[in-house]
T-cell receptor, first 113, second 113 residues
Framework: DSGVTQTPKHLITATGQRVTLRCSPR?????VYWYQQSLDQGLQFLIQYYNGEERAKGNILERFSAQQFPDLHSELNLSSLELGDSALYFC????????????FGPGTRLLVL | QQQVKQSPQSLIVQKGGISIINCAYENTAFDYFPWYQQFPGKGPALLIA?????SEKKEGRFTISFNKSAKQFSLHIMDSQPGDSATYFCAASTRAAGNKLTFGGGTRVLVKP
């Protein structure tokens, strides 16, 4: 157990819908990263937050957005869902003293029908 | 643009044998190279990591070899056990880019008893 929690574990929805994925980082970790894992694209970085501020952006679609709240939990919002958005979404957090070390949560499996 | 290339895609090894996974990178700004282990339905778990100022790092049965001039690094799993059967990912990051991880494509390892 990495100490990073993610909810829900599974999510099934329809095309065009909007969903919110939630992540709670390890206690004391200020950085939160979001990654997408799919069969064709592998593990891809989406976005990073540090203490509430966006720090880096990867190949994140405009339909996707994220935020980090004052209690440091983070949410990833996916809207206008398409079949191709079906994937595993992982959140990771890193400690202030070792910012390069990322601990991954168990992931949310999203299925868009 | 795939900045980290991983090979092989899969490998089968007998119990007690050595598993070797190779990765090559392009971005010379990368300054941190972790390996992650992922079991089905789980998030990636940090296994071992190395910085480019070190040529080798060993932790238990896992060893990273790093060749900075060739821009290559590899994971050796000694005395492979059936419990090591998993997918292994190499990754790279740079502090200059917020420590986001760029992953290789993954290697599925099967250890036969």
């Amino acid at each position: 157990d990495s100490g990073v929690t993610q909810t829900p574990k599974h999510l099934i929805t329809a095309t065009g819908q909007r969903v919110t994925l939630r992540c709670s980082p390890r206690s004391g970790d200020l950085s939160v990263y979001w990654y997408q894992q799919s069969l064709d694209q592998g593990l891809q970085f989406l976005i990073q937050y540090y203490n509430g501020e966006e720090r880096a952006k990867g190949n994140i679609l405009e339909r996707f957005s994220a935020q980090q709240f004052p209690d440091l939990h983070s949410e990833l919002n996916l809207s206008s869902l398409e079949l191709g958005d079906s994937a595993l979404y992982f959140c990771a957090s890193s400690p202030a003293g070792r910012v390069e070390t990322q601990y991954f949560g168990p992931g949310t499996r999203l299925l868009v029908l | 643009q795939q900045q980290v290339k991983q090979s092989p895609q899969s490998l089968i090894v007998q119990k007690g044998g050595i598993s070797i996974i190779n990765c090559a990178y392009e971005n010379t700004a990368f300054d941190y190279f972790p390996w992650y282990q992922q079991f089905p339905g789980k998030g990636p778990a940090l296994l071992i990591a190395i910085r480019p100022d070190v040529s080798e790092k060993k932790e238990g049965r896992f060893t990273i070899s790093f060749n900075k001039s060739a821009k290559q690094f590899s994971l050796h799993i000694m005395d492979s056990q059936p419990g090591d059967s998993a997918t292994y990912f190499c990754a790279a990051s740079t502090r200059a880019a917020g420590n986001k991880l760029t992953f290789g494509g993954g290697t599925r390892v099967l250890v036969k008893p």
